[in-house]
Structures are given as C-alpha cells and as structure tokens.
C-alpha cells in the first residue's frame, strides 16, 4: 500500500515486473517515499507500462489490469485522439484494474465516455498525485465498482452523468483533496452504494440530480470541508439511508426537494456546522427520517414545505445552536424535539401533523406554532415536562389545543394537567386573558381528576367520600364559573339558584309544608307565587325588609339560600374583578 509520503523520486528501469497476480510488466519503477518525521525513505517497487503498451490493450479488446503500477502517461481523451475517435465516442475497457497504484501524469486522468465491461472495475488503494480525474458520462454495467481506499492529492473528482448498472458501488475510506467532487445526475443503479468513512476535503461536494436508486445507501462517518454539500433534487430509492456520525463541515448544506422513498434515513449524532442547513421541500414516503443527538451549530435550519405525511422525523436530544429552525407549511406525520434546547426563535407552523412531541424541551425564545397563512391540522401537541423561559404563538380554537392535548394516549391526567398550566402561565405571559381562562379551566379539571384518580388507587374505600367531595367540586367551583373566570356564567349561575330556591318555596306553600307570612298590612295582597319569588330575591340577596318571613321547612331553605348567595355574590364579585384588572 502508497505510504503517506511528503514527496517521491522515480527512476524507471529497464527490468520485468511480475505482481501479485502473476501479471508481467516490462519496465520497473522503483519509487523512494519521504515520510515526514523518518529519517530514511521508503522504496517501493511497481510495475510500468508505457501509454501505448495500455492503448494497445484497449484496441485489443484485453483486460487492462495495471495493478501496483507506476502511471505517469494515461488519458482516454489521448487514446480518441491518436485513434481519430469522436470525442464523445464510446470507449471499451475491460476489467479494468489499477488498485494500489500510482498515478503521476501531470494532466488530468480522462476516463471520460467509457463502457467499462467485465467483472468489475477497480481502483481500490490507489494514489492519484495533483492530478484530477474524469469519469463524464461513463457506463459500468452491473459490475462492481471500487475506489476503496482511494487517495487524493489534489485536483478535482468528476463523476457527473456516469450510469451504474447493479453492481456494488464502493467508495468507502477514500480521501478526497480539495478540489470540486461532481456527482451530478449520476445514475448509481440498484446495488448498494457505500460511502462510508469518506474524507471529502475542501471544496464543493456536489449530488444535485444523483439517483441513487434502490439498495442501502451509506454515508456513515464521512467528513465534508468547508465546501458547499449540495444533495440538491437528488432521488433516493427503497432501502436504508445512513448519514451517521457525518461531519457536514461549515458550509452551507443543501437537500432541498430531495425524495427519499421510503425507508430508515439516519443522521444520527451527524453535525452540521455554521452554514446553513436546507430540507425545503424533501419528501419521503412511509419511512423515518431521524436526527437523533445530532449538533446544528450557528447556521439557520430551514425543513419548509416537506412532505412527510405518513412518516416521522425525529430530533431527539439534538442541540440546536443560534440559527432559527423553520417547519413553516411542512406535513408531517410525527414530529419529535423530545428534549431538545430551542434558543432561538423555531417556526412550527406546520401544515398537517399527527403528533408533534415537544415533551422535556427547553424553549427560551418563540416557539410558533399558529399560523394565519394557511388552514391547519396539528391532531396531538405534547408539552409534557417542558421548560417555557420564551413565550409559545398557538391559537387555542384553530390550533384545536383543548383537543390536541386531551386525545394524547400515551399521557395521563396529571401530565395533562400540567401541560394546560404551562399554556396558561405563557397565555398570561402573552396577554392572552380569554385563551389563559381556557387552559386554566382545562388545567384545574385535569388536576381534579387526576387527584381523584390518585386517592382511590391508594384506597378503594376513599370512593365513599372522593364522590361526593368530587361532585360538591364540580359543581361549586366549576360548573357555577369556571373555577372564577367567567363572570357571566356566575350571573347565569345565580338566576338558576334564585328560581330553583322560588320553585321549592311555591311547592313547600302549595303542599302546606311551610308559608310566607306578611308582617306589614298591605293595601295590595301578592300571591303565593309572588311572594315565593319576593321573599327568595330578598334572601338570596340578604336584603331582609322583614315585610315577609318564612315559617314551616322555608324557614331552613331560606338559611340555605341566604348562605348560597353570600358565596355567589363574592364569586361573582372576584370573577369579574379579575376580569376588569386584566
């Protein structure tokens, strides 16, 4: 294998060469390897062929095998060119194998417009020195492709228009110098493509219109330089995506309108530097894509119009840096940020989402939720366990919270609750007074529930109090005036007990179970059902004339209703400051 070296001499000399294979070569390369940091060089010993010799092969139609070889004169563009070829014109290579060699042309290596055939194709362990390589529009069939361990000075790598049959593609723990890497509208068929443990180095990186069809696609533990990565309209087919642990670099990132089928997409502890990140657009089917424990730096992170209806995206414990993130208009299935820190302001105007899971979050800027640009449907928001230092934008009636909280399954009374007293400490924090009363309503009933529920788990024989205590709640603190936020309803809640106190004085009189007794001489007689309501309003409002008194059982309803409209009063008199001062 080529040691990294700082700089070589060659001398070619004029003795056979057999390698490993038992191919024989005339010439031999020996080649002295400076090593930094050793004293002495490295020697090495390759086979050489002339340019010709390797032409010769070409028109011969035999396999062109130049494995641990000494290339210092190679180009397809030389071969058209002495073989008045068109230049567009297709060029036949046959296993065609230079693994573990050296290439030293001082031009660019052109491999441009060719059919290579046979069993595969490998280039695996080599070194291409300063020079750059082209691949334009070549074909590969269904053999196997191998740049393993390939090796970059520097120069740029051009695999753009390339089509690849269902062969496996191997790209793993090749280095890159910091030329442009052009992978343009490469077709990379159905075999797997892997990419993993990739040194991209400086210089843009481009995928734009890349098929990558199906079969597993595997990015994992690459490094991108501080070039653009553009994934730009690029097409992933079925099977598994992984961009695990890949570092992006600090430029910009681009995936917009990328469609990734279906299938696992994995950017799992993957980061992305201070560029900013594009998903705008992306689309994937039945599938998951996943950003778990992954690091977004300074750069904004922008997910708009996706269309992900029937899939998920998770951000689990991922730490956002300053840049804003954006989901505005996006339709997602399940939308997970279990955990995560939002500094900064998070646009999540979604579109259309089953589930978005905001539980264990810390927001300390604006979280956005509602949107006045468009209709829509968010089923179920959590917001169990968050920390809220910023402020939440949600519209309690379209963003449907009461509903979006209630239906969760997978949370009980008590986080429920917990959840409609956070929106009601950011409703008040906004100014939002009627949307605060709503949770706060909310909060309280789910607070009682949860309470009753945990009381009896403790002791079954609780229930022979809890139900009437509970009722006795019910029906004091919150059907009488939502627990003191509704004024109106108190009022409401008045008239009924005054007429219901009437009705039971009239059928107590009716029955002679009990009177009402005139003590002043009155010109004008009232009747029964006047002086049931007469004397009910004077008691329920505690004016007491003493015109009137009750005698019989009406003596005991009249302490009763005296009593009921002292509290109703007060209540009345709290809930409707408490709306004015607001």
Excluded at 228 to 243: L, M, Q
Excluded at 289 to 317: C, P, Q, T, V
Excluded at 354 to 368: E, G
Aim: aromatic content about 16%.
């Amino acid at each position: 294998m080529i040691p990294n070296f700082t700089n070589f001499k060659v001398e070619i000399k004029n003795i056979k060469y057999i390698n490993e294979e038992g191919i024989k070569f005339p010439k031999t390369a020996y080649i002295q390897f400076e090593i930094q940091g050793r004293e002495k060089p490295i020697i090495e010993i390759m086979g050489y062929l002339e340019a010709e010799d390797i032409y010769s092969l070409i028109e011969n139609n035999k396999d062109v095998i130049l494995d641990n070889c000494y290339i210092n004169r190679f180009s397809i563009s030389e071969y058209r060119h002495m073989k008045q070829l068109e230049e567009k014109q297709l060029v036949n290579l046959i296993n065609f194998s230079a693994k573990n060699s050296l290439f030293d042309t001082g031009v660019p290596v052109d491999l441009s417009f060719c059919n290579f055939s046979g069993n595969h194709f490998n280039l695996s362990d080599s070194y291409f020195n300063n020079v750059s390589m082209n691949f334009t529009s070549s074909q590969f069939g269904d053999l196997l492709v191998n740049f393993h361990n390939l090796k970059f000075g520097k120069g740029d790598f051009n695999f753009s228009n390339v089509k690849i049959g269902a062969g496996e593609v191997i790209f793993k723990n090749a280095i890159f110098g910091n030329g442009k890497k052009d992978f343009q509208y490469t077709d990379f068929g159905r075999g797997e493509k892997k990419f993993e443990n990739i040194e991209f180095g400086d210089g843009d990186v481009s995928f734009i219109n890349t098929h990558f069809n199906t079969g597993n696609v595997s990015f994992k533990l690459s490094r991108f330089g501080n070039g653009k990565t553009d994934f730009h309209y690029a097409k992933f087919g079925t099977g598994d995506i992984s961009f695990e642990r890949v570092d992006f670099g600090d430029n910009e990132i681009n995936f917009r309108t990328v469609e990734f089928d279906e299938g696992k997409v994995n950017f799992n502890r993957s980061r992305f530097g201070t560029g900013n990140t594009y998903f705008d657009g992306s689309e994937i089917n039945n599938g998951k894509m996943s950003f778990k424990r992954a690091e977004f730096l300074d750069g904004i992170l922008s997910f708009e119009l996706l269309e992900m209806r029937d899939a998920e995206l998770i951000f689990d414990n991922s730490l956002f840096g300053k840049g804003n993130i954006s989901f505005y208009n996006s339709k997602i299935g399940t939308l997970s940020l279990n955990s995560c820190h939002l500094d900064n302001y998070t646009d999540l105007r979604l579109a259309d989402c089953d589930f978005l899971d905001l539980k264990n979050t810390i927001v300390r800027d604006i979280l956005d939720i509602a949107s006045y640009d468009f209709i829509q449907n968010i089923n179920i928001i959590n917001f169990s366990g968050m920390i809220l230092v910023g402020k939440i934008n949600i519209h309690w009636d379209k963003n449907s919270v009461f509903n979006a909280i209630s239906h969760q399954n997978d949370s009980n009374d008590r986080l429920k609750s917990e959840q409609f007293r956070t929106l009601k400490e950011n409703f008040k924090n906004c100014g939002l007074y009627n949307y605060e009363d709503y949770a706060y309503v909310s909060f309280k009933r789910y607070e009682a529930k949860a309470d009753f529920n945990e009381l009896l788990d403790k002791n079954k024989f609780n229930a022979l109090w809890l139900f009437p205590y509970q009722f006795f709640k019910y029906l004091v603190f919150d059907k009488a005036g939502h627990f003191g936020t509704n004024p109106a309803r108190v009022i409401l809640t008045m008239l009924i007990t005054y007429l219901s106190f009437s009705f039971i004085y009239l059928v107590l009189i009716l029955f002679n179970a009990g009177n009402i007794i005139e003590s002043v001489d009155h010109t004008a007689k009232i009747s029964a059902f006047g002086r049931a309501l007469y004397h009910s309003a004077i008691t329920f409002f505690t004016i007491g004339y003493g015109d009137y008194y009750p005698q019989g059982w009406i003596q005991i309803f009249s302490g009763i209703e005296g009593f009921v409209g002292v509290f109703l009063m007060s209540y009345f008199t709290v809930a409707f400051v408490r709306k004015i001062l607001r």
